[in-house]
């Protein structure tokens, strides 16, 4: 019998309401770890025959949807439920689990071994660092954007590694990896910030802002600090308060320093939009000159594609929607054609918001219905997930430049 809370039950409870066999949710699990997963090993997991090791957890909780937290809380279930069992059995078994159970002393069969392990870790050396060792992977697994997945599911998948990190926060560490543990909390807390910012959780957006802010701060990261303000600009710059904006971006700028890197090119590209939404037509202008001139100069990490990089596809998304707010059509369509030609992975909120600048740009040279058409399509076309936030705002800032006719069309697509 499997546990009532263990991994057998929770691991095809998933499977069966994903109307999957065991070999379509193998070829799953392979394609995760890149290597061979033979579907007898999950049959082995669902009965509990066997149970996963550590080195499959993280690929169980991509694969399934569940958090790591979830995986090992599961997994230490129905080891609990294995050794409870053991102990009914007949004597020879009984034997044999005493050799089990010795070698346990060193494992996390035993209740509160874990917690043993910790203090004698402390008293041994005041600190561990194996946390803060897998949160800064877990800010290398996160870095990449949403690949795919909705703003919702990537706040599931980056929850349990918050946890991890308050936890490791509470516990006393060397300056150094204090240090490190800081920066990694600023870029956590950023990524978390973006996507509440793409959701439209203006409030909880800026909170996570000011919680990275803090990390960067006391990592003494110009570059971190300069990236975490400039990203928190495209709050404000998004909901309707441009002023705001500028001023963040300014700081940003002023972080980030004379020498070129990603953060400084992506806050003076906030500069720009910020400008041109105040009406600022000659600080944009020499803003977005800014901006090329910095990019010229950038390579590796920096042009990654990455929520950290400034890439070729990024700045001509800025430059879409900076154009777009100056009136510069025929420049705000070349950028949105340049990005969408730069844009090969699905991207469902970037090709959103530069179709709706695309609506922008025809309703500003005066072809409203073919703009609220474009707009309207664009929204209804969304999976439910992305018709909120960021590119709901955005849509309905057309919608109020747009004549009653045209305008019905779009408020209908609106709702």
């Keep these: ?139 290398e697994r996160h870095r990449d954007g949403y690949k795919g997945r909705t703003p919702d599911a990537f706040l599931h998948d980056v929850s349990g590694d918050l946890i991890a990190l308050q936890h490791a926060l509470n516990r006393p560490h060397p300056a150094a990896t204090r240090t490190e543990l800081a920066r990694t909390t600023a870029g956590l807390a950023g990524l978390v910030a973006i996507v509440q910012h793409d959701r439209g959780d203006q409030l909880d957006s800026y909170q996570w802002f000011a919680t990275a802010e803090r990390a960067a701060r006391e990592c003494g990261d110009r570059k971190m600090a300069a990236w975490v303000l400039a990203r928190h600009a495209m709050v404000p710059l998004n909901y309707g308060a441009p002023a705001t904006a500028a001023r963040l971006a300014a700081q940003a700028r002023r972080a980030a320093g004379r020498a070129p890197c990603a953060a400084g090119a992506l806050a003076a590209a906030v500069t720009a939009r910020s400008l041109a939404a105040l009406g600022d037509r000659r600080g944009a202008t020499a803003a977005i000159a800014d901006t090329r001139n910095l990019i010229a100069y950038l390579d590796g990490p920096d042009t990654a594609d990455t929520w950290f990089g400034y890439p070729a596809q990024k700045h001509h998304v800025h430059l879409s929607q900076a154009y777009t707010l100056l009136g510069h059509t025929r420049e705000a369509h070349q950028a949105q054609d340049d990005a969408l030609t730069l844009t090969t992975s699905p991207s469902v909120m970037t090709r959103a918001l530069l179709a709706v600048d695309r609506a922008t740009c025809l309703s500003q040279t005066g072809d409203h219905t073919t703009a609220a058409e474009l707009a309207a399509t664009t929204l209804t076309n969304l999976p439910p997930q992305y018709r909120h936030g960021l590119i709901r705002t955005r849509t309905e800032k057309l919608l109020h430049a747009l004549p009653d006719r045209p305008r019905r069309v779009l408020q209908d697509a609106l709702g």
């Design 1 to 139: 019998m499997v546990a009532p809370e263990g991994i057998g039950l929770m691991l095809r409870t998933i499977r069966e309401r994903n109307k999957l066999s065991r070999e379509q949710q193998a070829d799953l699990m392979s394609a995760r770890l890149a290597e061979p997963f033979c579907p007898d090993n999950l049959k082995r997991w669902e009965t509990e025959k066997r149970l996963p090791v550590s080195r499959y957890h993280q690929a169980i909780s991509d694969v399934y949807g569940v958090t790591l937290a979830d995986v090992r809380k599961a997994v230490a279930a129905s080891s609990r439920h294995r050794k409870l069992n053991g102990q009914e059995e007949d004597d020879v078994k009984r034997r044999n689990l005493l050799g089990a159970a010795t070698a346990a002393v060193t494992g996390s069969l035993i209740p509160g071994i874990a917690h043993a392990r910790e203090g004698i870790d402390g008293a041994l050396t005041g600190h561990g660092n194996a946390d803060v060792e897998y949160l800064i992977t877990a800010l």
